[in-house]
């Protein structure tokens, strides 16, 4: 047995890393994490909407379907268990005219086939019974979608993971891996700039944004691995229009749209935004800028079945960029979560594309690569 200064090193302390580290540091150690911020969240995990999806879009057995139905009914639980705050408040798709009933049905449909039992079409009285100020007359009603304060989320698994002797060094940053035999040594750089190296038996990419370049730290390149840059803008409502809704309520998306198209988000503490849309970045360099002028487009997207709201209502608040493995015009992809004993390099790791329902999937996720790692049935 060679001797490693840890069994597992986590590249990336956004939620997926964190939960790894929370998941495997109960029955292995010890367990690193090394984070090129001084926080963990700084990036794609407080840049999102914050939503506990019920996993009504994917085709079934992909791993989005399985780990976000899996991980929705984990994070309620774990919610509840750790006293973090989460509404259930549920989720609507307004066909806001005949021609978009069949849409809606075909997503109530595609949720039951992945097993989402609860989801059901509503009519009019309903629909305006549980949301006044909506307009539609018919919408696919989804009551277990809910939403979480992410951030009370990742910094509660960051305590259990302390508790459980996870080591994390913020403010180091991965800049070369180098395989071994029997494991990897790890490069990293402080905000100093000295460098420093360790040896882990095993790696966990969990780098979001970075993850290509990380996985060609240790000379894995697969074109397959190419992550592609999507924007997505937010905008705040005020002027109290805040107050007139309460739940999620999107349209039926448009057969082309890359996102879920731009929706109410509500979040634990009272706040309405209303996002995301999605550009794509033609730079491989992520940018989080917000451009006050698309209040408009926001305004256009959302008027039919929101017609309360006018564009002076929306205020810019936040983007996130999502990793996605499509660009514009590339069919559907699953995550890509894959040990890399195939290419030579066992008990590496990768994660690839972990775009939404990233959030959700989570703690599902983390408990599929402990299995991945050391158990073999999946
Ligand atoms: C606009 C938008 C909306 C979304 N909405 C939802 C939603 O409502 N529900 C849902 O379930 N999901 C949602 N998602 C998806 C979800 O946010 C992501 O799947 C999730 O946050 C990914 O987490 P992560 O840990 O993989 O990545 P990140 O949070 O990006 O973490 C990766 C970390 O790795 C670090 N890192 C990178 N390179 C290095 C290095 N070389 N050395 C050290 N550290 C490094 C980074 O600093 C970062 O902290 C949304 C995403 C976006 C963009």
Known sequence: MIHMDAEVTIIGAGVIGLAVAARLSRDISPVIVVEKHKKFGQETSSRNSEVIHSGIYYPKMSLKARLCLEGKKWLYQYCEQHDIPYRKCGKLIVACDESQVPQI???VQQATINGVTDARLIHHDELHELEP???????????????????????????????????????????????????????????????????????????????????????????TY???????????????????????????????????????????????????????????????????????????????FLPFIEPEDLTPDQAGVRPKLQKPGDPWKDFIIREERERGNPGFVNLLGIESPGLTASLSMANYIYRLLYKTNL
Do not use: C
């Open 105 to 107: 049905q075909k997503i």
């Open 133 to 223: 100020h909506v307009s539609g007359d018919f919408a696919a009603w989804f009551p277990t979608t809910g939403i979480i304060d992410s951030h009370a989320f990742m910094q509660s698994l960051e305590r259990e993971s302390i508790s459980q002797g996870v080591e994390f060094a913020y403010a180091h940053e991965v800049t070369g891996i180098r395989p071994l035999r029997g494991g990897y040594e790890i490069t990293v750089v402080q905000a100093d700039d000295t460098p420093f190296s360790f040896t882990t038996a095993k790696v966990i990419n969990a780098s979001g944004l970075n993850a290509g370049k990380t996985a060609a730290l240790a000379g894995i390149s697969d074109k």
């Open 226 to 304: 190419r992550q592609y840059f999507w924007k997505g803008e937010y905008f705040t409502l005020i002027h109290g229009k805040h107050k007139m809704i309460s739940r999620l309520v999107y349209q039926a998306p448009e057969p082309d749209t890359t996102g879920l198209g731009i929706h109410t988000t509500p979040d634990t503490y009272g706040r309405m935004r209303l996002g995301p849309n999605a550009i794509y970045l033609e730079s491989s360099i992520p940018e989080f800028s917000v451009d006050p002028s698309h209040a408009a487009s926001f305004h256009e997207s959302v008027r039919r």
